[in-house]
């Protein structure tokens, strides 16, 4: 596993409480997920869908003032999906609609934003703000699928080439569970492999590479290895 050299500088609040020894596969894949920035990046992708969709279509509704785009739910796309609550997008990057402002922050506020299709319901509630030309996330969202809410408090800093992307300083949080503290590289060039640690009451480690997740408990016999 990798090792972060260096001082620590911490970007979460969330203390390092869960036993991950105690929890279901599903919760901790849920974990890894959440760490790796599966909702963040899963909340900036859904927006932007919706926000500037290939196809015209009235939900959600749209209201843009200056560089900051407004979307309201509480409606149905031509697609068939639901949305409610809202988000308010300041500088995006690829609306048609703004003229964004390069070299300026992006900044994600969404609130009780939820989409639902087909019975499965994922939503999003906090803010995610995109600097240094979009090598760093700095995250405190909660998003809930699966019937599982994990709170996400990622500083997610990728270095100037965009090749290494590490989360020192960050945690997520298995909200009526417990939390993490998570560190950890993500190699870009080699096809998304990452190495990164999650430390509660006591540690898991994981390794993703060519879209598998393997890990393992500290101290206990558990482990999920890739074939």
Request: proline share 3%; hydrophobic share 35%.
């Amino acid at each position: 596993m990798v090792v972060l050299a260096g001082c620590s500088t911490s970007h979460t609040d969330i203390a390092a409480t869960m036993r991950f020894s105690d929890r279901s596969d599903a919760e901790i894949a849920r974990m890894i997920g959440a760490a790796g920035g599966n909702d963040m990046f899963g909340a900036e992708a859904r927006v932007n869908s919706v926000a500037d969709p290939i196809t015209p279509d009235p939900c959600p509704a749209i209201a843009i003032s200056g560089n900051t785009g407004t979307l309201t739910g509480g409606c149905t796309t031509h697609d068939g999906i639901e949305i409610q609550g809202s988000a308010i997008v300041t500088n995006p990057i690829g609306w048609t609609q703004i003229d964004p402002q390069y070299g300026a922050d992006t900044v994600y506020e969404l609130h009780q934003l939820a989409f639902a299709q087909s019975g499965y319901t994922q939503s999003f509630d906090g803010s995610f703000r995109i600097t240094d030309s979009f090598s760093t996330y700095d995250a405190n969202l909660t998003a809930t699928q699966l019937g599982m809410s994990v709170r996400s408090q990622l500083y997610y800093h990728c270095d100037a080439g965009n090749s290494t992307c590490n989360l020192e300083g960050s945690g997520v949080e298995l909200i009526g569970i417990g939390g993490a503290q998570v560190s950890g590289t993500f190699y870009v060039n080699n096809s998304g492999t990452a190495d990164f640690t999650l430390v509660g009451a006591d540690t898991l480690t994981a390794h993703v590479a060519q879209g598998c997740v393997s890990w393992q408990i500290s101290g206990s016999g558990r482990a999920k290895t890739c074939p």
